[in-house]
């Protein structure tokens, strides 16, 4: 019994009807087996009556009953309702004269109980503990004298009962776990048809690396990405090879960090597919764990190529100038602050060149402003000819251009630059019946002088472009600082 002995009424009532509801038997449809073993009770004691009974908490209700009995009734003064909180057999001889029935309306009238038998109907629980949910019981319409073997036939059919229970209930919870799996089935099954959709949609694939076996198992995604057959075979060899230099390294890095600090990683990377295409993919990876050990590498492949050019064409557009293709502004001051944060570092030297156009305005007021960009577009060919590669150029606005030189460049080297470049800058323009010249005006400035500051390097060489004009356009002067003042020189 273990601790039921120090149970409650109410704690062990309590318990009977959680075990009535475990097995689902209440306000069920007939069935043979159950009907057949209150026929056989019923035949084996000769009595007019007899019913399997389930008590609830309010009525008593009939599994299965032969003779005059209703489907159910209420608890209160009901004969089985008594073997059900004893958990004991009881057997009433002639009802009307014990004092616990006398009176019940079960006897004054009908179905006129004269006589009462019932065993107590128990199920195993989980936890092993056997608990009352019911008897099997037979009844009569006279009294009759009972016989110790009255009982005994009923604690068999009790038992035969039990084991009825207990099969509907296994039987029940075996086709509740059919359908559990039935339903989980149907499920995976529109789950992976569902991820099948969204890997086209995505344009991705998923991947999974058995470390302890070395194999790999790809999903349709992956074969799609790769241009190869879905569903056949994994490539040999080294997959890795599908990624080309720097991007093969820098992908085996990233793995070899995840399995030794178990940390995922994402990363994008171009990728070379069978028919030989570069797409621009983005790889995720991280660890698959069994029994707190590693167990694979899985992951996400997703093709990223035709966004990847819309955002490089985005940036591109951001950073160029549209008329020229130079960098603009804002890309110049991006490039200028990178060199001279490196300058800065390696205590360095960072030069900037500021130009200015001389005769562009006569141009455009005489030949137009077509002719105007023209000579815009040809002042960029040279800033990008040959000799020039090492240098970034850029068009600020206008006809202003400048150009950042290389760290640390002899500045003897840059006085050929320049000269070269005042060379370059001369283009002569005619159209219209009007010949037209441009030059340019160069001014010059070093960062170490500035600080490696952008605003203190950038009004230098405007100085000493200015100063240059002032002097003769088509020239060239330098920012340089004298011990006394700040000047040009």
């Not at 087996?33 to 008590?55: H, N, P, Y």
């Not at 069994?290 to 899985?298: C, D, E, N, R, T």
Request: proline share 4%.
């Amino acid at each position: 019994m273990g601790f039921r002995g120090l149970m409650s009424d109410t704690q062990r009532e309590a318990l009977r009807q959680q075990a009535l509801a475990e097995i689902d038997l209440l306000d069920t449809p007939p069935e043979r087996e159950f009907d057949a073993l209150a026929k056989l009770a019923q035949r084996m004691l000769g009595t007019g009556m007899s019913s399997i009974t389930l008590v609830a908490p309010e009525r008593q209700w009939f599994k299965a009953r032969c003779g005059p009995l209703a489907a159910e009734t209420q608890r209160a003064q009901a004969f089985c309702p008594i073997v059900f909180e004893t958990e004991a057999p009881l057997i009433v001889a002639d009802t009307t004269l014990d004092p616990r029935f006398a009176t019940s309306l079960f006897v004054t009238r009908a179905p006129h109980i004269r006589y009462y038998a019932g065993v107590p109907v128990r199920v195993r629980r989980p936890d092993g503990e056997r608990v009352t949910v019911g008897t099997l019981c037979v009844l009569d319409e006279q009294p009759r004298a009972p016989t110790p073997a009255d009982l005994d036939i009923l604690t068999e059919l009790a038992c035969v009962a039990e084991a009825l229970i207990e099969a509907r209930t296994l039987a029940v919870r075996a086709a509740e776990v059919a359908d559990e799996h039935r339903m989980a089935v149907e499920r995976l099954e529109r789950e992976r048809r569902q991820f099948k959709r969204a890997e086209r949609m995505a344009d991705m694939g998923s991947y999974r690396y058995d470390i302890e076996k070395r194999s790999l198992s790809w999903s349709d995604g992956v074969f799609a990405i790769h241009e190869l057959p879905v569903g056949g075979a994994e490539p040999d060899g080294d997959v890795m090879e599908a990624f080309p230099e720097p991007d093969r390294t820098a992908f085996r890095a990233a793995v070899m960090r995840t399995l030794d600090t178990g940390e995922p990683f994402e990363l994008e990377a171009d990728l070379v597919t069978a028919k030989g295409n570069i797409r621009r993919v983005r790889c995720s990876c991280e660890i698959e764990l069994a029994k707190g050990k590693p167990a694979a590498l899985i992951g996400l492949i997703q093709n990223i190529t035709e966004r990847h050019g819309l955002e490089t064409r985005l940036r591109h557009q951001a950073r160029t100038d549209d008329l020229t293709q130079l960098a603009n502004r804002a890309e110049f001051h991006r490039v200028l602050d990178a060199r001279l944060h490196e300058a800065r570092a390696a205590d360095g030297d960072v030069g900037v060149l500021l130009i200015d156009l001389d005769g562009f305005k006569g141009v455009n007021d005489a030949l137009g402003h077509a002719a105007g960009d023209a000579v815009l577009r040809r002042v960029a060919e040279r800033l990008r000819k040959a000799g020039y590669e090492r240098y970034f150029p850029a068009r600020l606005g206008g006809d202003e251009f400048a150009v950042v030189v290389p760290q640390n460049l002899a500045r003897t080297d840059l006085d050929r630059m320049v000269r070269r470049l005042l060379h370059d800058l001369e283009i002569v323009v005619d159209g219209q019946g009007h010949i037209a010249r441009v030059t340019g005006t160069v001014g010059i400035a070093w960062s170490s002088e500035a600080s490696h500051d952008r605003d203190a390097v950038l009004r230098h060489a405007d100085a000493a472009l200015y100063a240059a004009k002032r002097t003769r356009k088509g020239t060239a002067q330098t920012y340089r600082v004298k011990p006394d003042s700040r000047q040009v020189a």
